[in-house]
């Protein structure tokens, strides 16, 4: 079977952390449900739908953690308040009408991915068509619909299914699937994320290992894959 490989990268990302409670943090990469959200906005699938239709669809990720920074959003609630029709001085306060909450939110900064995708048949080609000839439906995005995402193809390749043994992985690993090999000068990042989600927004979450610095990490598995000269494992 073949994978498409595409670059999704953009000025900012945030991939929400639902378990938080005020404060917003975010993923350092985006999960497997929000790239299948991704890949169901570029075919023009429902909002949700892409969930359920793109279930069995393989889908690998790479690259480095991005830097972070945490930005102060003011949130309005409904129903804002209508505009004074004169300039208030600071001191005399807001109006009482107006509802907000101020959220504290954690911003990837210039995130920039590999993803390696191998999507269920009714949809494999078009999607390769449509990101290679940059036509899509909907916005895509770095998890919120204001921070835009660019989307760059890169390839389609044969994906081959390796033996098992150990091997230098280039993608997001598995932890359940691996068996994790240390080695010297990596940083390596243990973190849970959700795999899949149903109608009724009950989630199921995985563990990864995920190499800070975007380097490979050496593991010994059988669920390994090789695509375009990489070493790489699904989601």
Known sequence: MKAVIFRYYGKYGHFLIGEANHCAPTYP??????????IGAILGLAKDTSQIKLKDAKIAI????PKKHWHNAKFRKDPPSALPYTVKNRDEGTNLWEKATMVNQEWLIQPDYLVYAILPNEFHHEFTNRIKNRKWYFCTCLGLSEMIAQVEYITEEDCNKLPYGRYEISSVVDKKKAKFLLKEGINVQRIRMPYSVNPNRIFVHKDYLIEREGKSLLVETGEIWQVNGKVIMFL
């Open 29 to 38: 990469f985006p999960p497997r449900t929000a790239l299948l959200g991704f």
């Open 62 to 65: 790479g690259g480095k953690v």
